[in-house]
T-cell receptor, first 114, second 114 residues
Framework: SQTIHQWPATLVQPVGSPLSLECTVEGTSNPNLYWYRQAAGRGLQLLFYSVGIGQISSEVPQNLSASRPQDRQFILSSKKLLLSDSGFYLC?????????????FGAGTRLSVL | AQTVTQSQPEMSVQEAETVTLSCTYDTSESDYYLFWYKQPPSRQMILVIRQEAYKQQNATENRFSVNFQKAAKSFSLKISDSQLGDAAMYFCAYGRRSQGNLIFGKGTKLSVKP
């Protein structure tokens, strides 16, 4: 069966520090991968999605970047965190198909930038 | 651009009763998918139900069913025999056939009273 791992679960970082959140998927190959951010009282906002190694699409301009160094690994990064980067970050994967595929989510990372 | 609107920020239901959560969406496409996801206090997003727009029959999953009105662009979720474990944030989401990412509403917080 497929599983998705996301870590760390909680992170407290000072403003201006770097960030690296990691997400890995097991039990499948060549998945679509996604990073979402969920601000308090809001829905999920898509940040990045990837259809393959090295292929990253960004949905919104921001202080963050994403990379996919391996087929089942997706990394969210920042060189210098801002207060506005605080939030709950979710990684998700879906099978490649004709669209409308179910997305399966990780447990999320709660990031607090102080 | 596609949008998803959940007009009920919070809902409450008595245990064993039935509750309906509302969702409307806006799209010019004819072939798409709709989802309801549940986010319990653990924050893990869990798929509740999925509807394909070209299928007229409403999707059902045990106590969960949808009322899909394509012309009205409405996609409500009915929870029957509500249980304490149903208490969570519920998100409606839209996905295009041609693209893998989902567009989420802002969510409805459901409370279940014993």
């Amino acid at each position: 069966s497929q599983t998705i791992h996301q870590w760390p679960a909680t992170l407290v970082q000072p403003v201006g520090s770097p960030l690296s959140l990691e997400c890995t998927v097991e039990g499948t190959s060549n998945p679509n991968l996604y990073w979402y951010r969920q601000a308090a009282g809001r829905g999920l906002q898509l940040l990045f999605y990837s259809v393959g190694i090295g292929q990253i699409s960004s949905e919104v301009p921001q202080n963050l970047s994403a990379s996919r160094p391996q087929d089942r690994q997706f990394i969210l990064s920042s060189k210098k965190l801002l207060l506005s980067d605080s939030g709950f970050y979710l990684c998700a994967w879906s099978k490649k198909g004709t669209g409308g595929d179910i997305q399966y989510f990780g447990a999320g990372t709660r990031l607090s930038v102080l | 651009a596609q949008t998803v609107t959940q007009s009920q920020p919070e809902m409450s239901v008595q245990e064993a009763e039935t509750v309906t959560l509302s969702c409307t969406y806006d799209t010019s496409e004819s072939d798409y998918y709709l989802f309801w996801y549940k986010q319990p206090p653990s924050r893990q997003m869990i798929l509740v139900i999925r509807q394909e727009a070209y299928k007229q029959q409403n999707a059902t999953e045990n106590r969960f069913s949808v009322n899909f009105q394509k012309a009205a662009k409405s996609f409500s979720l009915k929870i029957s025999d509500s249980q304490l474990g149903d208490a969570a944030m519920y998100f409606c989401a839209y996905g295009r056939r041609s693209q893998g990412n989902l567009i989420f509403g802002k969510g409805t917080k459901l409370s279940v009273k014993p």
